[in-house]
């Protein structure tokens, strides 16, 4: 796991003129690296960082793409927009999320709207949602005390995708998952995300507008989650202009977005926008937390020490009730396995960006139209930041652990503008999971069970994640 160093200083010329090019990957003629980016994403540019270090060029057919692996170039990357901006119109992504956050790769609307929607997604905002997450992971641990006795076999990343998508929809819409199945269900967003993916490695997919099975299937899928959505807008629409209210309870997401005014203008969002954020949310925010926590408890069954020290963390502090909203933080270590799950199967693995102009990059020339994929999977293992960076250590997030570490080594969230709106999101809800769930049960990984990392746009494992689910007799979280 040792990367070649010594390409991590930046050359101080501001045009890529007189700096060389970044080592190059050993590609096929014409195609480069696009067998070995099909086959394993991660598993490419793992090598190609180990054999030329921080930055490496690949070719992918015509398009050239450069791979980022330290923290020191990947901050430089993230947080300098005007050099390096978001995919273009060509971002399969678009297809599926339209213009939202996380694809708009026009800077003034993202900002325009980002700044509209910053309100939503504050610690303090989050916060009003507990209830709501707690009520779907109170049914979660219901379902599956009604499904599974102690010691049966469960695909706990099945699990975490279920809970997670209820955890969303009823965030957002104030329903759960149920009522939005025909629209939003876990198949649907599994046949788009990986359509899309295909698409973003692939230069040589078929034209979307070609009648091809998938393209026809993919088609099918997004008018159901498009049907759906635009059928939940106007109703809301319609009743706020009725005047009729939604009924008790603090305001859902989608209350929020349809509510939410530019400061300037004082314009609210189209239709259209509200559509792309709220299957950007969807998107975004669901797939995300449930594979970190699957990777959690993967993790803490091969570790028998941080199983037992959460375990304790967690019957102290809850004893036999649910967490509330004040017990998370008298629960810190149950928060440094997500951190350090995070470290090791980082979900969002990597953050494409699009050259805006010619530059210099760790003293490398790169070229405008470009793309650079930072890699946080790497980034997370990198020798100079980590120590023995493969091993599962949840200290590494205490206060103690964290001090002096490069403040973009870990990155799971990403960093500069763009750094993840959900992410209090995100760590609230996998806290209380995590608690919850630790609580009830402890996930033994059945070791016939193959566990393989699969980069898609997210890093899933690729067979699911199969463990014995023990009900905590012994503890006093007791059933
Ligand atoms: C463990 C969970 C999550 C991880 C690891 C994660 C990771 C990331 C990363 C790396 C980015 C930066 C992308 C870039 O710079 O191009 C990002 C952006 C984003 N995330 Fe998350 N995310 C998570 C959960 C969520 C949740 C729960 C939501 C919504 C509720 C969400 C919504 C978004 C949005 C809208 C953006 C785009 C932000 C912008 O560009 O303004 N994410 N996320």
Redesign the pocket.
Known sequence: MTATRGTATTAPSPSGAAAPSAPEARGLPVLGSVLDFRKDILDAMHQGWRDHGDLVRYRLGPVVVHGVSSPELAGEV?TDSATYG?LGPDNPLRLILGE???TSDDHES?MRN?RMMQPI?TKQAIARMFDSMSESTANQVAHMAATYRSGDVVDVHEEMMRVTLDI?SRCMFSTDVEQTRDGISPEAVDVAINYAFDRLQNPFSPPTQWPTPRNRRFQEVMKGIDEMTYGIIAERRKAAADGVSRGEGPPDLLDMMLDVRDADTGEGMSDREVRD?VI??FG???E??AI?LTWAFYLLSGNRQAMRRVQDEVDEVLGDRMPTMEDLAAMPYALQVFEEA?RLY???PI???LVLKDTVLGGHSVPAGSRLLVN?YNIHRHERHWTEPERFDPDRFSPEGKKGRHRFAH?????????????H??LM??HLLLAALVRRYEFRHVPAHRVVNQASITLRPRYGMSMTAHARTGARGAP
């Open positions: 993230l978001k939202g956050l996380l993202w980002r997604y969303v954020e950007t949310t975004a925010g669901h995300t937390t970190t995070l980082p979900s969002a953050v494409p960006r946080l990155m799971p969230f990403g960093a500069g503008p763009h750094l993840c709106i959900g992410k999101f995100a809800e996998a």
